[in-house]
């Protein structure tokens, strides 16, 4: 996607994302984050986290790990935060990427996605692009063929134990190359989140990773403390001289 975010419309699109993280990630705290592809966004800025990071599939500038994203060389549970910014469009496996995410993310782990809208006038003008080419002429307008729904994502991290915090949509401007021609409908952002808020180009939500059933258990020696302080029934000293002056008649009459 790196030559289309240089054109008008990917500038566009990576100036409202790159609005929508800062927002996002300011206040996730933690210790280790992730960002998943898309160099030319740099999404952890406004985070805050000691140790960052930047993979990517391919040697890029600016990344510190080169990686299979449905293989990350990370153990279970070490992430805090991991953004996938257009990340699951452009893998070969998006449930394998997914999954390896819930994997590397710690409990209350949070996860923050980037996508294009598939019910959008973007994604309108893709599709006839795409049967134009069919046809013979005509070029597409995004970089990529395949669309994630955002309500289906929102399945697929509910049944991985997810739990949307977040969502919305963006960039509802016509889908024009020519940036003098986008800014005339500025006005169409304001109206469109107000009056048609899922149409717009590209979603973006935040998502925790939930474990649910847990129970926290004390030291064993707790347990063993407690018992042997519990209260234990005693005889009182009335009750013990009748049981005595019994003992002694019965004794006598057996005599």
Same mark, same amino acid.
């Given at each position: 996607?790196?030559? %289309?975010?240089?054109?008008?419309?990917?500038?566009?699109?990576?100036?409202?994302?790159?609005?929508?993280?800062? *927002?996002? +990630?300011?206040?996730?705290?933690? &210790?280790?984050?992730?960002?998943?592809? *898309?160099?030319?966004?740099?999404?952890?800025?406004?985070?805050?986290?000691?140790? /960052?990071?930047?993979?990517?599939?391919?040697?890029? =500038?600016?990344?510190?790990?080169?990686?299979?994203?449905?293989?990350?060389?990370?153990?279970?549970?070490?992430?805090?935060?991991? !953004? !996938?910014?257009?990340?699951?469009?452009?893998?070969?496996? =998006?449930?394998?990427? *997914?999954?390896?995410?819930?994997?590397?993310?710690?409990?209350?782990?949070?996860? +923050?996605?980037?996508?294009?809208? =598939?019910?959008?006038?973007?994604? &309108?003008?893709?599709?006839?692009? $795409? !049967?134009?080419? /069919?046809?013979? @002429?005509?070029?597409?307008?995004?970089?990529?063929?395949?669309?994630?729904?955002? %309500?289906?994502?929102?399945?697929?991290?509910?049944?991985?134990? @997810?739990?949307?915090?977040?969502?919305? &949509?963006?960039?509802?401007?016509?889908?024009?190359?020519?940036?003098? %021609?986008?800014? $005339?409908?500025?006005?169409?952002?304001?109206?469109?989140?107000?009056? %048609?808020?899922? *149409?717009?180009?590209?979603?973006?939500?935040?998502?925790?990773?939930?474990? #649910?059933?847990?129970? !926290?258990?004390?030291?064993?020696?707790?347990?063993? /403390?407690?018992?042997?302080?519990? =209260?234990?029934?005693?005889?009182?000293?009335?009750?013990?001289?009748?049981?005595?002056? #019994?003992?002694?008649?019965?004794?006598?009459?057996?005599?």
């Amino acid at each position: 996607m790196h030559d %289309w975010f240089a054109t008008p419309p990917g500038r566009y699109l990576l100036a409202w994302e790159r609005a929508q993280l800062d *927002l996002a +990630v300011a206040n996730i705290f933690g &210790f280790h984050a992730l960002q998943l592809g *898309l160099p030319e966004l740099d999404g952890l800025a406004a985070n805050r986290m000691p140790h /960052r990071w930047l993979a990517t599939p391919l040697p890029a =500038p600016g990344a510190h790990i080169v990686t299979d994203f449905s293989a990350l060389p990370f153990p279970a549970g070490s992430l805090d935060l991991v !953004l !996938l910014p257009h990340s699951l469009e452009l893998s070969s496996d =998006p449930h394998t990427t *997914l999954r390896e995410v819930e994997r590397v993310l710690v409990p209350e782990g949070r996860v +923050v996605i980037c996508g294009l809208n =598939p019910v959008s006038l973007w994604a &309108f003008r893709q599709r006839r692009a $795409h !049967l134009y080419r /069919r046809l013979g @002429f005509g070029k597409s307008f995004l970089p990529q063929e395949e669309f994630i729904g955002y %309500w289906r994502l929102r399945d697929w991290l509910r049944l991985l134990g @997810f739990e949307v915090e977040q969502g919305r &949509f963006g960039c509802y401007k016509p889908a024009l190359s020519n940036e003098k %021609w986008l800014h $005339h409908f500025d006005w169409m952002d304001w109206a469109g989140d107000r009056w %048609w808020p899922i *149409l717009g180009a590209v979603y973006f939500l935040v998502a925790v990773k939930r474990v #649910r059933g847990m129970t !926290l258990l004390g030291p064993a020696w707790k347990a063993s /403390r407690t018992l042997a302080s519990a =209260p234990v029934s005693v005889a009182n000293s009335s009750s013990l001289k009748e049981a005595s002056g #019994r003992n002694e008649l019965i004794k006598r009459i057996s005599d």
